[in-house]
């Protein structure tokens, strides 16, 4: 598993609907493990996805999932990629 995390720096109110906007146009049976975190300057996300190839495959230049982000305006000031090393989620591991 595969996990990024997004930082997006301005108006917390205005990021969480674009945010949201954005959400609402990915099925929720496409989310192993995601989270959002409302930060004081911002949002702060944590995505993961099976492996670093099908993140890159979503999320790559030119990809589906960046030109949903760019669609909605929601450019991260930092993104940091990292190899998952255990996951829980409502009480059981998904990693």
Do not use: K
């Not at 954005?22 to 409302?38: D, Y």
Request: hydrophobic letters at 40%.
């Amino acid at each position: 598993m595969h996990c990024t995390v997004w930082r997006f720096v301005g108006d917390p109110d205005d990021l969480e609907r674009r945010y949201l906007a954005l959400l609402a146009e990915v099925p929720e049976s496409n989310h192993t493990f995601h989270a959002t975190a409302r930060t004081p300057d911002g949002l702060l996300i944590f995505d993961t996805c099976p492996s670093e190839e099908v993140f890159q495959g979503f999320f790559g230049p030119g990809s589906p999932g960046a030109a949903l982000f760019e669609r909605h305006g929601l450019v991260p000031v930092t993104r940091e990629d990292h190899p998952v090393i255990r996951a829980y989620a409502s009480g059981a591991r998904i990693d």
